[in-house]
Nanobody, 123 residues
Framework: QVQLVESGGGLVQAGGSLRLSCAAS????????MGWFRQAPGKEREFVAA????????LYAESVQGRFTLFRDNAKNTVYLQMNSLQPEDTAVYYC????????????????WGQGTQVTVSS
């Protein structure tokens, strides 16, 4: 069992930055692929980024490539999403999730989800 708690969301102006954190409980955190998804009002939840358990492989959605950086600290059971050059279209609730296998860009692969944190980017 893994419990996930996101933090770090907020209101920022376009071009600004935020760092989201996802703290996990559970001894096997380091064995999970960790992902971030986001959901804007009226839209489907979409993949943002994911990182393998050793951090050796990272996948980004094309829309955030070059602006967002994902990294993890297994000693702290935490994964971070550094978001730079934020734009209004990045406004959404951001969810952290953990997957033990499967295709890591798909929601269906993830077994555990956090409650989400709101990110709002003003123009």
């Amino acid at each position: 069992q893994v419990q996930l708690v996101e933090s770090g969301g907020g209101l920022v102006q376009a071009g600004g930055s935020l760092r989201l954190s996802c703290a996990a409980s559970g001894r096997t955190f380091s064995r999970y692929t960790m992902g971030w998804f986001r959901q804007a009002p009226g839209k489907e939840r979409e993949f943002v980024a994911a990182i393998r358990w050793r951090g050796e492989n990272i996948l980004y959605a094309e829309s955030v490539q070059g602006r967002f950086t994902l990294f993890r600290d297994n000693a702290k059971n935490t994964v971070y999403l550094q978001m730079n050059s934020l734009q209004p279209e990045d406004t959404a609730v951001y969810y952290c999730a953990a997957a033990s296998g499967g295709t890591w860009s798909l929601r269906e692969a993830y077994d555990y989800w956090g409650q989400g944190t709101q990110v709002t980017v003003s123009s």
